[in-house]
């Protein structure tokens, strides 16, 4: 009898819950809340997103050294004799010294006119380590003026930049005269001259001796 009773109840709680589990909020097992929906599970309109194409040819620094024709000095030391050696490269290129593999992929420096000097150099360090293999154990930016913004964290080798030889052009596209402390704008330009026509003010005299006797 108490096994038929048992089995009912079952059976009543499964027809009960025959709707469970459809369209309804997952809950967690550990805390019993409804999950959290998210924004891409949330229907959204047309997308804002356009995909255009770049040309690959064009310098977005116009005017500047193209980046296969830039020339990086770079500085290696290794920790263990303290020998400090001088590599030159260009993008594209590597040097190896001893066991360790230098890849120069970019270098940049900042503008003159721009109010921070930079000098950088996209480094990828690759050393052969205990089991006989090569493993790179840096890869990115590392800075001249700025050393502490990257480092490269191995025991026997350092690099850091110290040269990007590249050139710019004469000022920026958007170079704007700059003003003096006065407040007025400076410029290299020269005055012009008074048109056809026009009168130039007299430069004001003194008046004469005569003029004062006149007066008195």
């Not at 809340?33 to 995909?51: H, N, Q, W």
């Not at 700025?146 to 026997?156: A, K, T, Y």
Request: a negative charge; proline letters at 8%.
């Amino acid at each position: 009898m108490t096994a038929r009773l048992l089995g009912g109840v079952a059976l009543v709680a499964l027809l009960a819950c025959g709707g469970c589990g459809k369209d309804q909020p997952s809950e967690t097992a550990a805390t019993g809340k409804t999950a959290p929906r998210t924004a891409l599970e949330e229907e959204s309109g047309p997308s804002d997103i356009v995909t255009v194409d770049v040309d690959q040819d064009a310098n977005p620094a116009a005017g500047a050294t193209p980046m296969a024709q830039r020339v990086a000095v770079l500085g290696v030391l290794n920790k263990r004799n303290g020998a400090t050696r001088e590599v030159t490269l260009k993008p594209g290129q590597a040097a190896r010294i001893g066991d360790a593999v230098i890849h120069l992929r970019a270098c940049e420096q900042t503008a003159p006119w721009e109010p921070d000097h930079y000098t950088g150099a996209f480094v990828q360090l690759d050393v052969k380590q205990y089991d006989a293999k090569w493993h790179r154990v840096f890869s990115g930016w590392l800075y001249k003026e700025r050393p502490s913004l990257n480092v490269v964290l191995n025991p026997i080798y350092d690099v850091w930049p110290k040269i990007c030889a590249m050139t710019f052009p004469a000022g920026g596209p958007d170079t704007v005269a700059i003003g003096n402390e006065s407040g007025e704008a400076r410029s290299s330009a020269k005055k012009s001259a008074p048109a056809d026509g026009d009168s130039t003010p007299a430069t004001p005299t003194e008046p004469s001796n005569a003029d004062d006797s006149n007066a008195r």
